[in-house]
T-cell receptor
């Protein structure tokens, strides 16, 4: 069964550094999402992406965040200047467009630790 | 925007007993309600979902109910087993392209 994959599984970075989190969605999916989960808390929506542009973003997704689909397979989340509070698990998800298809498939996550 | 409330935050049940988790949502435009199970350090895994044109759905030991008028939905797990121990999240979405809004989660402990 196809799966969403994410790399790296764990990223440690210093405050103020840029990080890029990578995701490979399922190949026939057209909608892509990033969510984050601070340790012990709920999963929070960051951004949705379709047709090479952002569909919707949350208040968390400020100017420090950006997303890109550089080559038709990867979907990346960039944090320009990381803060301590960016430490979280970041999940990528994708879904297929079509009548009756609602499920978003989640990747295994990237644990980001900002020191 | 949508807000999903979930309770209880922690639930302990004896193995073999039933567990019930309840959620409410605020946005009447929401029409898709997935439930996720998350084990420690793992991704959320969809275990069952329900759409707003259906009042109840069952899959083996798991059932979900939806009351659109009251904006309530619930997860029922019967004959609980040790492997049911995990964090369960309810969620709501307004459509197939839309973001999923999660509840705060319920940590379910199955006691031997």
């Amino acid at each position: 069964e196809p799966e969403v994959t994410q790399t790296p599984s764990h990223q440690v970075t210093q405050m103020g550094q840029e990080v890029i989190l990578r995701c490979v969605p399922i190949s026939n999916h057209l909608y892509f999402y990033w969510y984050r989960q601070i340790l012990g808390q709920k999963v929070e929506f960051l951004v949705s992406f379709y047709n090479n542009e952002i569909s919707e973003k949350s208040e968390i997704f400020d100017d420090q965040f950006s997303v890109e689909r550089p080559d038709g397979s990867n979907f990346t989340l960039k944090i320009r200047s990381t803060k301590l509070e960016d430490s979280a698990m970041y999940f990528c998800a994708s879904s297929v467009r079509g009548q009756g298809h609602y499920e978003q498939y989640f990747g295994p996550g990237t644990r980001l630790t900002v020191t | 925007g949508e807000n999903v409330e979930q309770h209880p935050s922690t639930l302990s049940v004896q193995e073999g007993d039933s567990a019930v988790i309840k959620c409410t949502y605020s946005d009447s435009a929401s029409n898709y309600f997935p439930w996720y199970k998350q084990e420690l350090g793992k991704r959320p895994q969809l275990i069952i979902d329900i759409r707003s044109n259906v009042g109840e759905k069952k899959d083996q030991r798991i059932a979900v109910t939806l009351n659109k008028t009251a904006k309530h939905f619930s997860l029922h797990i019967t004959e609980t087993q040790p492997e049911d121990s995990a964090v369960y999240f309810c969620a709501a979405s307004a459509g197939r392209d839309d973001k999923i809004i999660f509840g705060k989660g319920t940590r379910l402990h199955i006691l031997p």
